[in-house]
């Protein structure tokens, strides 16, 4: 990790961990402060029809549509939610995390824009590949 602050990888992680809990606690404002307005999220998913494999995305604004919804029921995540953030590597104003939750992974680069840590990418996938469809 290249020159970064204890405050930076403290806001590196707070980004990665806001956008995961704001899926918890139904909080899309605290998915909007933790993503860039352009962010996008990616995975590999299975077509049901064809079978075929393809890459399905969320833009910004669906994740914080996701955000107020998602965990309505509140069944989603276990009571005590594993929440993991691994910082692989800080340059500057970039950085490249894995985040590990109960049923996936979110590998995310992170950026700083204006003195703030915010998510512009991720690549997901579920820990059992065959819950891709």
Known sequence: ?????SDDIAAIQQAALD???SQH???PEQMQ???HPR?????VWTHRGTGKEYLREAS??????????YNQAGD???PNPQKTVEILDVQGVVASVKLTADEWIDYMHIVKINDHWTVVNVLWAYHDLAAHR
């Open 25 to 27: 606690t139904l909080n």
């Open 76 to 78: 989603k995540f276990p």
């Open 60 to 69: 910004a604004e669906e994740m914080i549509l996701l955000a107020a919804s």
């Open 1 to 5: 990790m290249n020159q970064a602050t």
């Open 33 to 35: 402060r933790s993503i």
């Open 19 to 21: 956008y995961l809990e």
């Open 39 to 43: 962010m996008v999220k990616r995975t």
